[in-house]
């Protein structure tokens, strides 16, 4: 034997096709086949391979559990109902008539989803000065379900529940890398809900028509939203280096950040500091069952998904400057509302 | 299969291209018993690919109601079990390339619940050796091991599922088996205990891996 080993490839042919080659067709494989053939080494290699898909072929169905199928049978009703409706989204302020990129008062009682927001919940307004860095709080509605929540702040989280908020048992704590953009947040933020959080394409199937881009299996696409920055951030900020806190004209160019956070930063970096920010939001403990560490608008953001304390089935939307800890400096300054039903 | 309304009958008993089109021209409940015929082999797939029960479950209700609302652009010219094969394991593959790209992390001064640990099948799920050993696989090349060896499609079909060609799909099914031998040795009836040329793992590689890209 003085043939040199044939490559892997070639084994992995001679296992699969072996006693079926012609060396007229195949002088390679022929060939290959007879270096096997004389080489101890060579030919465990190719039983080894063999013996692995006789294993794999062999092996029994695997049946669908019941819960799972009743779900996914769920879930097909449940897009076909919103076929037509689709889901309805809220989210606040409105900036078409706002004269700050940002700033904008949350009307009252204007969310379609019903969300009024909580006695002495803070409302968006944009502090110029501090606009560094963006905080993007997605307040999960409750009536999902009781969850069991574990971790810190129990007796916080006690007074939550006591309150009627929603408590998940985990949060995802991610640096995405996404650049949430200010006309696909909303998108965003549901295809990173559906995509990164267990199980929420069941207990948040409502999002599934907001995500879009998410449901992209049958092309074999991702969504770009999450993947990279937004081909709309790039375009209308990609050129500006201006350092200064964004202009009053909502096509004003912001600061592009040159990366986005690659961990957790900046005043709410700490779980302790998310926690009192959320305290001074909502007025009550919730536990997020997201928080990602991104850029918003080319700058860099922290998102926070956590289930709203007062109306089930409702995604609220925050936006807070980055150098602000939510209790001793900074405000709201984008809200906004998700439903996470279908209609 | 699991029972279905009567007025689920007449939807059984088409074929199902039949149901497609069924389903193309308003009838609800056609594309719920395409789901129903083969749920069984689209979890399998699903389960197998992403090794994880709960993205397994997500990966399949992403694909569902893709293929459903996407019905349309079924061509007719493949099986409509492997236009759904196709759709199930790219949703599969998407899920997973997210989840490599967006790693979780941990916070500081953590008194806060827990991060969501990304490659715990092991702990969680395992129920087979087969099942372990192909959790250690890169994804292409477990998608490719799940379609051609357990789901026995033939390369070719594979290939334009996932859009590589062919030689792609023998690439990778090669190197997955290679990497699967020393798991499943143990499952041999022929044991030698030889390591073979590669040690049961892959030879240095002299060339771009556009499989792993």
Redesign the interface.
């Given at each position: 034997m003085n043939t040199p080993?044939p490559?892997?490839?070639t084994?992995?042919?001679l296992?699969e096709h072996g006693d079926h080659i012609e060396p007229a067709s195949s002088p390679a494989l022929a060939n290959a086949r007879a270096h096997v053939a004389s080489c101890?080494?060579?030919?465990?290699?190719v039983?080894?391979?063999r013996?692995?898909?006789q294993?794999?072929?062999s092996?029994p169905?695997?049946?669908?559990?019941?819960d799972?199928?009743a779900?996914?049978?769920s879930?097909?009703?449940t897009?076909?109902d919103a076929?037509a409706g689709g889901a309805s989204v809220s989210v606040l302020p409105d900036r078409s008539g706002s004269s700050s990129h940002f700033s904008s008062s949350r009307p009252s009682g204007s969310s379609s989803s019903g969300s009024g927001g909580g006695p002495g919940r803070r409302v968006p307004h944009f502090s110029a000065a501090a606009a560094v860095t963006l905080l993007v709080i997605v307040a999960l509605g409750a009536g999902i379900g009781v969850l069991v929540?574990?971790?810190?702040?129990g007796g916080a989280k006690s007074a939550s529940t006591a309150a009627g908020a929603m408590a998940?048992?985990?949060?995802?704590?991610?640096?995405?890398?996404a650049n949430y953009s200010q006309s696909a947040i909303r998108n965003q933020i549901a295809a990173l809900v559906?995509?990164?959080?267990?199980?929420?394409?069941?207990r948040y199937d409502g999002l599934?028509t907001l995500a879009g881009a998410?449901?992209?299996?049958?092309?074999?696409?991702?969504p770009a939203a999450?993947?990279q920055p937004t081909t709309s951030a790039s375009s209308t900020y990609g050129t500006n280096t201006s350092a200064t806190a964004p202009s009053s004209a909502p096509s004003a160019p912001l600061p592009l950040s040159t990366t986005a956070p690659t961990?957790?930063g900046g005043p709410l970096?700490?779980?302790?500091?998310?926690?009192a920010c959320i305290v001074a939001l909502v007025q009550r403990p919730v536990?997020p069952i997201l928080?990602d560490y991104a850029l918003y608008e080319g700058r860099p953001a922290t998102i926070i998904v956590l289930p709203d304390p007062d109306v089930p089935n409702v995604l609220d939307v925050y936006v807070e400057d980055y150098t602000a800890d939510c209790v001793t400096k900074g405000d709201v300054t984008f809200f906004g509302t998700l439903p996470t039903t279908s209609p | 299969m699991?029972p279905s309304a009567p007025d689920d009958a007449t939807a059984r008993d088409a074929d199902d291209a039949e149901l497609l089109r069924r389903h193309l021209g308003g009838d609800?409940a056609a594309?719920?018993e395409i789901?129903?015929r083969h749920?069984?082999?689209?979890?399998?797939v699903a389960?197998?690919t992403t090794c994880n029960?709960?993205d397994a479950?997500?990966?399949?209700?992403?694909?569902?109601?893709?293929?459903?609302?996407?019905a349309d652009?079924f061509r007719g010219d493949a099986r409509v079990s492997t236009w759904l094969h196709r759709?199930?394991v790219?949703?599969c593959?998407?899920?997973l390339?997210?989840?490599t790209?967006?790693?979780?992390?941990?916070?500081?001064?953590?008194?806060?619940?827990?991060?969501?640990a990304r490659d715990a099948y092991a702990d969680r799920e395992v129920a087979?050796d087969?099942a372990a050993a192909l959790a250690v696989l890169p994804i292409e090349q477990r998608a490719a091991?799940v379609l051609v060896?357990?789901e026995?499609y033939p390369v070719s079909e594979v290939a334009t599922m996932?859009?590589v060609p062919e030689g792609t799909i023998?690439?990778r099914?090669?190197?997955g088996?290679?990497k699967?031998?020393?798991l499943?040795?143990h499952?041999?009836?022929?044991q030698?205990g030889?390591?073979?040329?590669?040690g049961?793992v892959?030879?240095p590689m002299t060339q771009p891996r556009e499989d792993l890209r």
């Open positions: 080993h490559e892997l490839d084994l992995a042919e296992a101890p080494t060579c030919s465990a290699e039983a080894a391979l013996n692995v898909t294993t794999l072929r092996l169905e695997i049946p669908m559990p019941d799972v199928a779900r996914l049978e879930a097909l009703r897009a076909t076929v929540s574990h971790g810190g702040g998940t048992d985990k949060t995802t704590v991610l640096t995405s890398g559906l995509s990164d959080v267990p199980q929420a394409s069941s599934q998410a449901v992209t299996a049958a092309n074999g696409s991702q999450i993947a961990a957790p970096a700490s779980s302790a500091a998310l926690k536990t928080v | 699991t609800p594309f719920t789901f129903r749920r069984d082999h689209l979890w399998a389960l197998r029960p709960e479950a997500d990966a399949l209700q992403d694909a569902l109601i893709s293929a459903m609302r996407h652009g759709i199930v790219n949703a593959l998407d899920r390339r997210r989840q790209a967006h790693p979780t992390v941990e916070l500081p001064d953590d008194d806060h619940a827990p991060t969501v087979t087969v091991i060896d357990i026995g996932l859009d023998k690439s099914c090669a190197r088996r290679a699967l031998a020393p499943l040795g499952l041999r009836t022929d030698t030889n390591p073979g040329p590669f049961g892959e030879p």
